[in-house]
Nanobody, 117 residues
C-alpha cells in the first residue's frame, strides 16, 4: 500500500478537519501522474467516492459534500488533502484514499472520522 491516510478524529457538527493522504515511497513523477480520490465508508453502507482530483488538477465532489469539502494536492509533499468544513453527523465514516479509479490492492486502513450532533 503506497497511500497512507491520516487526520481523522472526533469532531462536533459544524466543525472542521483536514485529512492527509501521503505517498512517501512513491516516486514524485509517478505521484504527479496519478489521479487520486478520497472515499468513505459509513457503517452499514457501501464505500463511496467523496472527492477526486486528476493529475491535471481537475476536481469533482459528491453532491453530499459539494461546497463543504475541498480536495487539493501538493506535489512537493506527495500528499493529497481533504479539507472538511461544516461537518455533519452523516459524514461519520472511515475515510480512505486511493487512485481514481481505485485499485483493489491500494486500500489502506483508512482514517476514522466521527461527527457528533
Amino acid at each position: 500500500v503506497q497511500l497512507q491516510a491520516s487526520g481523522g478524529g472526533f469532531m462536533q457538527a459544524r466543525g472542521s478537519l483536514r485529512l492527509s493522504c501521503k505517498a512517501p515511497r512513491m516516486i514524485t513523477s509517478v505521484f504527479n501522474g496519478k489521479s487520486l480520490g478520497w472515499y468513505r465508508q459509513a457503517p452499514g453502507k457501501q464505500r463511496e467516492l467523496v472527492a477526486g482530483i486528476t493529475y491535471g488538477g481537475s476536481v469533482n465532489y459528491a453532491d453530499s459534500v459539494q461546497g463543504r469539502f475541498t480536495i487539493r494536492r501538493d506535489s512537493s509533499r506527495k500528499t493529497v488533502y481533504l479539507q472538511m468544513n461544516s461537518l455533519k453527523p452523516e459524514d461519520t465514516a472511515v475515510y480512505y484514499c486511493n487512485e481514481l479509479p481505485p485499485r483493489d490492492d491500494s486500500w489502506g486502513r483508512g482514517t476514522l472520522v466521527t461527527v457528533s450532533s
